[in-house]
């Protein structure tokens, strides 16, 4: 059974302080592992694609890597408006997605 | 582009009556169509799979009658809960997939769900 688990399940981070979340997966068949944003009463906002370990995308103050086993969610100098819940999921047979419990991130100014 | 819409955006109902959420695709072709629901502070959980002219999907666990799923055209899908009771109470976001090549293999676009209470 595909299995998507994410660390911590809250992170509190002062403003610029750098951080890494965790995404760790069991799944026959990677068709992709996806990282999203969601906001409080909104849906999840697109934000990374990884296909292959080893891969890297970066969008402004956030870089995700892949391995054959996690994900990671890098996150530099974030400001306040970077918290949200980041959630990553993995795309299995069928179209579909498996998501993990989500990662809340706090940033104080 | 790959924009997603909800229709109402939050609805409160009484038990026993049923509710419809609409969710479009504006400015793409969907060739499936999910459904999900939220409970807070949870992650999402896949209801149904859809895809156009074809009857959904359900996942193991998600009573087929009680939540009617109908996928009329590449840019539509309704989902209509039955005889809602309060413990239907929760966020329902839909996504939705197309194949084109402007699009990565299994991405899906979310719509920004809706806010079921039952009272």
């Known amino acids: 059974e595909d299995q998507v688990t994410q660390s911590p399940e809250a992170l509190r981070l002062q403003e610029g302080e750098s951080s890494s979340l965790n995404c760790s997966y069991t799944?026959?068949?990677?068709?992709?592992l996806f990282w999203y944003r969601q906001d409080p009463g909104k849906g999840p906002e697109f934000l990374f694609t990884l296909y292959s370990a080893g891969e890297e995308k970066e969008k402004e103050r956030l870089k995700a890597t892949l391995t054959k086993k996690e994900s990671f969610l890098h996150i530099t100098a974030p400001k306040p408006e970077d918290s949200a819940t980041y959630l990553c999921?993995?795309?299995?047979?069928?179209?579909?997605?498996?998501f993990g419990g989500g990662t809340r991130l706090m940033v104080k100014p | 582009g790959a924009v997603v819409s909800q229709h109402p955006s939050w609805v409160i109902c009484k038990s026993g009556t049923s509710v419809k959420i609409e969710c479009r695709s504006l400015?793409?072709?969907?060739?499936?169509m999910f459904w999900y629901r939220q409970f807070p502070k949870q992650s999402l959980m896949l209801m149904a799979t859809s895809n156009e002219g074809s009857k959904a999907t359900y996942e193991q666990g998600v009573e087929k009658d009680k939540f009617l799923i109908n996928h009329a055209s590449l840019t539509l899908s309704t989902l209509t809960v039955t005889s809602a009771h309060p413990e239907d109470s929760s966020f329902y976001i839909c996504?939705?997939?197309?194949?084109?090549?402007?699009?990565?293999?299994?991405?899906?676009?979310f719509g920004p769900g809706t806010r079921l209470t039952v009272l």
């Open positions: 799944v026959s068949g990677l068709r992709g």
């Open positions: 999921a993995v795309g299995r047979a069928g179209n579909m997605l498996t």
């Open positions: 996504s939705a997939q197309t194949s084109g090549r402007a699009f990565s293999y299994n991405e899906q676009f």
């Open positions: 400015d793409f072709q969907a060739t499936t």
